[in-house]
């Protein structure tokens, strides 16, 4: 058995001597692991490092079994985010989301295709890429079959102002319908319906929204946590939105809605 793909590293934990069990994220194959021999070794170490995209090899003499892992380094996505923690955060959350929520060796094509683009973004800077980070978890939800409805109104039926999320069953809430049960809704930030520019708090809004059917529906259903590297994205982006809207920063700079 062979295949050989690009692929995007989503998490390397030592083996034996120097060798590494690497997970990638492959269009074709969805989430794929193998046993690189050396991978630890300080000539392989920095090609295995999650958010990388290689030019992977795969070879196995029966389909079931972990298979040995070889590759080339394409595009280091993360040496070039190191001199920038907000970029290096969403980097590593992102690799560890779809690491713990894709099932394995089951293709998953726009979570691929949807992380490829989101890692090309990067470049331009962490406030360029994170509201692209959280359609692409909005994207994943759907693509696991937890998808959220914020087309129309759960209540009225309508598409107009619509500012909150039922906690319950993902769909969106107009203002004026849910304005009693407000304190018990989830906000919804305006640039996941298309509408503007968004800020700090905004993105904060659009990480806690998946952030709560991640946990419900994708990790909750397997009894797990959501990863740590996730955590601190959430932490960095919450101390951003803080330093926004504190008295010293400029009105433009906190949320547009």
Not at 3 to 10: G, H, M, Q, T, Y
Request: with cysteine.
């Amino acid at each position: 058995m062979e295949w050989r793909a690009p692929a995007i590293v989503l998490g390397a934990r030592p083996f034996g001597e120097g060798g590494a069990v690497v997970t990638l994220l492959t269009e074709e194959h969805g989430r794929h692991a193998g046993l690189v021999r050396g991978g630890f070794s300080r000539t392989q170490r920095a090609v295995w490092q999650p958010g990388n995209l290689v030019e992977a090899r795969w070879v196995a003499r029966l389909a079931e079994q972990l298979g040995a892992l070889s590759g080339e380094l394409i595009h280091p996505a993360a040496a070039l985010a190191l001199d920038d923690p907000l970029a290096l955060a969403l980097l590593a959350s992102a690799c560890a989301v779809a690491e713990g929520a894709l099932p394995e060796r089951e293709p998953h094509p726009r979570a691929f295709r949807g992380l490829l683009a989101l890692i090309g973004r990067l470049g331009e800077g962490a406030a360029t890429a994170l509201p692209d980070y959280v359609r692409w978890e909005v994207e994943l939800l759907a693509e696991l079959g937890y998808g959220l409805d914020l087309t129309r109104c759960a209540a009225t039926g309508t598409t107009e102002d619509l500012v909150w999320v039922s906690p319950r069953t993902g769909r969106a809430v107009c203002a004026a319908a849910g304005a009693p049960y407000a304190e018990r809704l989830l906000p919804l930030p305006a640039f996941l319906l298309g509408q503007g520019p968004s800020g700090p708090g905004d993105w904060l809004a659009g990480l806690r929204l998946t952030g709560h059917f991640l946990g419900k529906d994708a990790y909750g259903h397997h009894h797990r946590p959501l990863p740590a590297a996730r955590g601190l994205l959430l932490d960095r982006v919450a101390a951003l939105t803080a330093s926004a809207t504190g008295p010293a920063a400029p009105a433009s700079a906190g949320s547009t809605r």
